[in-house]
């Protein structure tokens, strides 16, 4: 069920920004913890303001729910979360290839053009690694709070 659309000021400080983020993400992450997509988003807004954290924010909910909506699977995964993994959708279309480099910060790459396009460092593809990993406790205990600073770049 999706919360009502609610107009938030715009932040004036971290910690405001991260709190509106975190409002806004709030049910829209599905597996994905809700501070491990914001700190993604600070990351990714870095030396913008808080309308630059928030365009971030909504452009990797958007990654994450063409994952789901797409039902992007995992055909190959390492032996442990760091490694290469590839994911396609449903009806055989082409396989990604992901590589997870680290989980805190996460870094991480795709072959697909939005990765290479984006400077989210997150596309639909590894939205869907981040989910498998999410529900295998991977990224959970990780996440922790989100820092009030923004990740260093990846």
Known sequence: ?????VAIPPATTASEATSQLRELAHGKTGKLPVDWIVALA??????GDFPV???ALEALLRRVASSR???????SRPEGPIGLYRAA??????????RIASLDPFRASCD???YLRN???LCKHLAAVAEELARRGRL???????????LPPA
């Open 119 to 121: 400077s989210l460092g």
């Open 69 to 75: 909506r797409e039902r992007l699977r995992l055909s």
């Open 1 to 5: 069920m999706s919360r009502p659309s």
């Open 89 to 98: 959708g449903e009806g055989g279309a082409r396989p990604y290839r992901m």
């Open 53 to 55: 954290q928030r365009a």
């Open 112 to 114: 697909c053009r939005d």
């Open 42 to 47: 600070l990351r990714a807004g870095e030396g």
């Open 140 to 150: 959970e205990s990780r996440a922790g709070k989100v820092r009030e600073l923004p």
